[in-house]
């Protein structure tokens, strides 16, 4: 698999009270032009999720999101996620991790993690939370002496605040909810979903 980072602008990040919704949501998603999509171990619904979209979206490029420990590492691979993040790391859960045998974006928001990282030779992750954290002119302090770090920039993005991250050179992707309104949820409505996405997969830094 390519990069999580380069597969789209924007990866979605999804919590499910249902896991019947998994499926028809992941087909909108797709079809906007979003194809990965982290599904949050936030809820009892999630690994039931996975597996659906696993079995019947072959277009997804699906993960797990809120990993924070190896047994949820192991859960998470064996209901089909092909990528896993996590909102921090500790070296437990990295080995777990990097044991996986798939792509994986290690939390970070401060640079002694991002340098702790560089050193286990992982240089793609997420910055959680993102505005929280320091937003984009953080990020872009990181560039010059962190050179080999990218990132996934996730925590408070919207449509209006995206674009300026996404034209950050250590930036490849951001998460965000902001194409899963909750009340377009709540009524199904794919159709407003496969909407939202397609103009957030329009997005260019």
Known sequence: MTSVLDLAPVVPVVVLEDAADAVPLARALVAGGLPAIEVTLRTPAALDAIRAVAAEVPDAV????????????????????????????????LDAMAASGVPFLPGVSTVSEVVALLERGVTEMKFFPAEAAGGTPYLKSLGAPLPRARFCPTGGISLASAPSYLALANVGCVGGTWMLPPDALAAKDWARVEELAREAAGLRG
Do not use: E, H, K
């Open 62 to 93: 699906l993960g797990a999101g809120t990993v924070i420990s190896p047994a949820q590492v192991a859960d998470a691979v064996a209901a089909g996620a092909r990528f896993l993040v996590s909102p921090g790391w500790t070296d437990a859960l």
